[in-house]
């Protein structure tokens, strides 16, 4: 069985993240959206929260399993018998932070191999944080995000 961890913030979830999940389902047995416990960040959804919201949204997928975790991802991968990390790449900006944790996590534990997805045209400039920025200041989050997920922005702002 090929079981990948998509791990991340998802500080909200967005329908960048959300289009990485659809294509890793179609290539591994089993996806598990990992929601990454960082004491260090402020967020503006608690862990649960998050996790909460990350199953709702992902519900009608029968292969992907919402999940938390904290320490060394690689760890949390081998613990879970998985082959591999799931990344998206947006762009040029995002290769280098994202080789060198690829570098790094294979040097942890050659066994892991990190895959990148290259995200879709439509959802290259999207982001969590500007997800967050725009609703903030009254933009219009239509499209970036879940429904729920604007309805939850919305509510904590
Ligand atoms: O959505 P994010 O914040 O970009 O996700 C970053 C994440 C969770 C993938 C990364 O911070 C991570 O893997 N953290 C776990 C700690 C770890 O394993 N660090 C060493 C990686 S080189």
Request: charged share 25%; with cysteine.
């Amino acid at each position: 069985m090929k079981i990948g961890i998509y791990p991340g913030s998802f500080d909200p979830i967005t329908n960048g993240h959300l289009d990485i999940i659809e294509r890793a389902s179609k290539i591994c047995d089993k996806v598990i959206v990992s929601v990454l416990e960082n004491p260090s960040k402020n967020p503006m959804f608690t862990l649960q929260e998050r996790v909460k919201l990350i199953k709702k949204v992902l519900e009608s997928y029968d292969n992907v399993e919402v999940d938390c975790f904290s320490g060394l991802l690689v760890d949390y991968a081998k613990k879970h018998d998985a082959q591999a990390i799931i990344k998206g790449l947006r762009a040029v900006s995002d290769f280098e932070y994202e080789f060198q944790m690829a570098l790094m996590n294979r040097k942890l534990s050659p066994e892991v191999e990190t895959i990148f997805l290259m995200t879709s045209s439509k959802h290259s400039y999207l982001s969590s944080s500007l997800v967050k920025e725009v609703a903030k200041f009254g933009g219009c989050i239509e499209g970036l995000v879940p429904q729920i997920i604007g309805n939850a922005i919305l509510e904590k702002l």
